[in-house]
């Protein structure tokens, strides 16, 4: 089963930046594709950004234009860049990989991101 430990969290003022990592360990097919997903305090977990081994993304409407996942040469290493950080941004964020029918099976521990507005 893949692990997939997340570091880069932190406290950040509206407007910053913070770069989120994920470290995969597992199978080639277990992390085709990866994502970044996150929950904030009273809502659902929603998902934020996925890449696939071709390095194909897709975004959530909210952070368009502002995140951007990438994925290192060993393709076991995702990153999410999160730059013109807003209050809304607050959230637990979780990296997560072994997709079947679109959904996740394999989640990190969550890493907290707070903006200060």
């Known amino acids: 089963q893949v692990q997939l430990v997340e570091s880069g969290g932190g406290l950040v003022q509206a407007g910053g930046s913070l770069r989120l990592s994920c470290a995969a360990s597992g199978s080639i097919f277990s992390i085709n594709p990866m994502g970044w997903y996150r929950q904030a305090p009273g809502k659902q977990r929603e998902l934020v950004a996925t890449?696939?081994?071709?390095?194909?993304?897709n975004y959530a409407d909210s952070v368009k234009g502002r995140f951007t996942i990438s994925r290192d040469k060993s393709k076991k290493m995702v990153f999410l860049q999160m730059n013109s950080l807003k209050f809304e941004d607050t959230a637990v964020y979780y990296c997560?990989?072994?997709?079947?029918?679109?959904?996740?099976?394999?989640w990190g521990q969550g890493t907290q991101v707070t903006v200060s507005s």
């Open positions: 997560a990989a072994e997709f079947r029918e679109g959904t996740p099976n394999a």
């Open positions: 890449i696939t081994i071709s390095r194909s993304t």
